[in-house]
């Protein structure tokens, strides 16, 4: 079973600033990685497939990149609606995996 | 726009079944991949296993003994049937639409196992 990691596990920043997110995955998944984004109460809401690619209507502030096994999600500029948890998942190697997320919060 | 709609019990006794329906609207269950996908505290995310709109299913090694997935495309949903719940089995469980990365999303029923 592939495992994931996130770090960190929380980010504190105010609204306007940059953000990167690490997925770390134990093995090579070449790109068939997943981020989503869950707010309190919500079911996640898939943001980024195949490592870079935004779903549609995500905002272009989100961008995801990498590949192997490390990959990163940028927030160019945080707005208030972006205050969530962020969980990647890996989708190269059955059980299909989640990280343990990143929680960002307002600093 | 796609939906989905989870029911069934919240609390189930040890060693019970769950057995759990998703409604679809806005997609049909002829098309595409019908998946599950559980949270809790301890594990965080866990995919179950997905059903295929021919009938394959494909299950997470750690719940295939226990666990049926089926399709019922005349009402445009689809089923979990998990035996032998305990309290390790404690989650949110969720309905999504796709697979490997599902992109529309239930809002999810709380299931709590307990006597």
């Known amino acids: 079973e592939i495992e994931m990691s996130q770090s960190p596990v929380i980010l504190s920043e105010s609204p306007g600033q940059r953000v990167t997110l690490s997925c770390r995955a134990s093995q090579n998944i070449s790109s068939n990685l997943a981020w989503y984004q869950q707010k309190p109460g919500q079911a996640p809401r898939r943001l980024i497939y195949?490592?870079?690619t935004r779903d549609t209507g995500i905002p272009a502030r989100f961008s995801g990149g990498g590949s192997g096994t490390e990959f990163t999600l940028t927030i160019s500029s945080l707005q208030s609606e972006d205050f969530a948890v962020y969980y990647c998942?890996?989708?190269?190697?059955?059980?299909?995996?989640f990280g343990p997320g990143t929680k960002v919060d307002v600093k | 726009q796609v939906q989905l709609q989870e029911s069934g019990p919240g609390l189930v006794k040890p060693s019970a079944t769950l057995s759990l329906t998703c409604a679809v609207s806005?997609?049909?269950?002829?098309?595409?991949?019908w998946s599950w996908i559980r949270q809790s505290p301890g594990k965080g995310l866990e995919y179950i296993g997905y059903i295929y709109y021919n009938g394959m299913t494909k299950y997470n090694p750690s719940l295939q003994s226990r666990l049926t997935i089926s399709l019922d495309t005349p009402s445009n949903q689809y089923s979990l049937k998990l035996i032998s719940m305990t309290a390790a089995d404690t989650a949110v469980y969720y309905c999504?639409?796709?697979?490997?990365?599902?992109?529309?999303w239930g809002q999810g029923i709380q299931v709590t196992v307990s006597s």
């Open positions: 195949g490592a870079s």
């Open positions: 998942q890996q989708y190269d190697n059955w059980p299909l995996t």
């Open positions: 806005g997609a049909s269950t002829t098309d595409s991949y």
């Open positions: 999504a639409k796709g697979s490997p990365a599902p992109d529309h």
